[in-house]
């Protein structure tokens, strides 16, 4: 048998005729006509190597100028922080020297009051429960911060220290505050009160006197008693 040809499907769609007219004189009105362009293909350029190298420096420069802006904005950060945490640290320094003020102030205002309990103790009237509340009080201050100074054997400190006596002796090799009057008190680093001391400076020894006379010598000066024996 011989093989059947598929038969061909029927024509497609045919595209339209276009006639144009290129005739430069209208036949109907003898007119001159004016010339038609004749549409054009858009062409789509390539881009050249130089432009591709253009985009690509435009590109550095864009990020290198975002790392500039970063560097800066960094650098203004870490200004900041450090002027920040100096505040803190003299808005911290400044309140705790409020503090130790106003602690000084209260503590100054009970030295009156310690003196009144040193001199009873040292007439004994420093005794029973007087005596357990002017320890506990004494305790709590010292607890605080408060230090006494003021004591014999010292060595004086015009700093710490109001001399308003003075003697001089060869028992002491410098001044030394021998006689306290009231002692002081200083709380951490701030001097309260003065403590009222007499001082003594050393003086050297005086020579021991030589005598004139050895074994019946002539004395030294060359005097001779002239008397004689009566």
């Known amino acids: 048998m011989t093989p059947r040809h598929s038969e061909p499907e029927g024509p497609g769609p045919e595209e339209p005729v276009v006639v144009r007219d290129r005739r430069r004189v209208d036949p109907e009105t003898g007119e001159i006509r004016e010339p038609v362009a004749e549409p054009t293909e858009a062409v789509v350029e390539e881009p050249s190597g130089s432009s591709l190298g253009d985009s690509a ?49 209260v503590v100054g205002e009970l030295l009156p009051l310690l003196d009144d309990l040193e001199r009873a103790e040292q007439h004994g009237d420093l005794t029973g429960a007087f005596k357990a509340v002017g320890d506990k009080l004494v305790s709590g201050l010292q607890r605080a911060g408060l230090e006494s100074f003021g004591a ?37 680093d701030r001097v309260l009160r003065e403590a009222l001391v007499g001082v003594t400076d050393h003086e050297p020894a005086a020579a021991a006197p030589v005598d004139g006379s050895v074994g019946g010598e002539l004395p030294l000066d060359g005097s001779i008693d002239e008397s004689g024996p009566q």
């Open 57 to 105: 420096d435009d590109a550095v420069t864009v990020v290198s100028d975002v790392e500039k802006q970063l560097a800066e904005r960094t650098a203004d950060l870490q200004r900041l922080q450090a002027e920040y945490a100096n505040y803190r640290k003299r808005v911290d320094r400044d309140r705790e020297a409020v503090v130790q003020g106003a602690k000084a102030a």
């Open 152 to 188: 014999e054997g010292e060595v004086f400190d015009p700093n710490v220290h109001e001399a308003v006596q003075h003697n001089t002796s060869p028992d002491v090799s410098g001044p030394t505050v021998t006689v306290v009057m009231r002692r002081g008190y200083r709380f951490g």
